[in-house]
């Protein structure tokens, strides 16, 4: 149990383009998601928060009108990347946290490896 | 703010092995830390998870330590494998539900 499923698992897009990014909880509400994502030989580093219904929460540094995050439903939360250049190419990866895992653990997506040509 | 640091960066040991991997934190007050491991180009798999209140979580061939005063966890691998190859991540955890603050990671290789 506690699954999230990310998709695409990669993806090449063009520069300029905007590519969406989706998490599903599979078998729990995830009131929160959270963003994360992590370059070359680097750790991965928050981008977001987002809570169920309500407008996302970025770090210092994030572009929120170039990192869209919708968190509509508590099953699914997506982020879009507008415009997207070279540099935006990373490993885009959600968690969420629920009490299924025992001590509140967090269950992560799969990942997303975007590459912006 | 949540500092994580990771020792050493980089491993490289024989097969059979048995071997340490060191993280640092900050902060002491945490909710809870978790080992991760990450295969190239692949998501992350969590390995042990510890509560604030706990000192050690073993699983398999792994056992991980927790001493939250001094900011510090280990992750022992015993026998290591070739399979172990990966890196190893560290992450805390402020406070429930809070986001991780993850380390830099530590890169084992296990030859064979």
């Known amino acids: 149990g506690a699954v999230v499923s990310q998709h695409p698992s990669w993806v090449i897009c063009k520069s300029g383009t905007s590519v969406k990014i989706e998490c599903r909880s599979l078998d729990f509400q995830a009131t929160t998601m959270f963003w994360y994502r992590q370059f070359p030989k680097q750790s991965l580093m928050l981008m977001a928060t987002?809570?169920?219904?309500?407008?996302?929460?970025?770090e210092q540094g994030v572009e929120k009108d170039k990192f869209l995050i919708n968190h509509a439903s508590l099953t699914l939360s997506t982020l879009t990347v507008t415009s997207a250049h070279p540099e935006d190419s990373s490993f885009y990866i959600c968690?969420?946290?629920?009490?299924?895992?025992?001590?509140?653990?967090?269950?992560f997506g799969s990942g997303t490896r975007l590459t912006v040509v | 703010k949540q500092e994580v640091t990771q020792i050493p960066a980089a491993l490289s040991v024989p097969e059979g092995e048995n071997l340490v991997l060191n993280c640092s934190f900050t902060d002491s007050a945490i909710y809870n830390l978790q080992w991760f491991r990450q295969d190239p180009g692949k998501g992350l798999t969590s390995l042990l998870l510890i509560q604030s209140s706990q000192r050690e979580q073993t699983s398999g061939r792994l056992n991980a330590s927790l001493d939250k005063s001094s900011g510090r966890s280990t992750l022992y691998i015993a026998a290591s494998q070739p399979g172990d190859s990966a890196t190893y991540l560290c992450?805390?955890?402020?406070?429930?539900?809070?986001?991780?603050?993850f380390g830099p990671g530590t890169r084992l290789s296990v030859l064979p």
């Open positions: 987002s809570n169920e219904g309500s407008k996302a929460t970025y």
């Open positions: 968690s969420a946290s629920t009490a299924k895992i025992i001590g509140y653990g967090y269950t």
């Open positions: 992450a805390v955890s402020g406070n429930y539900g809070q986001n991780f603050v």
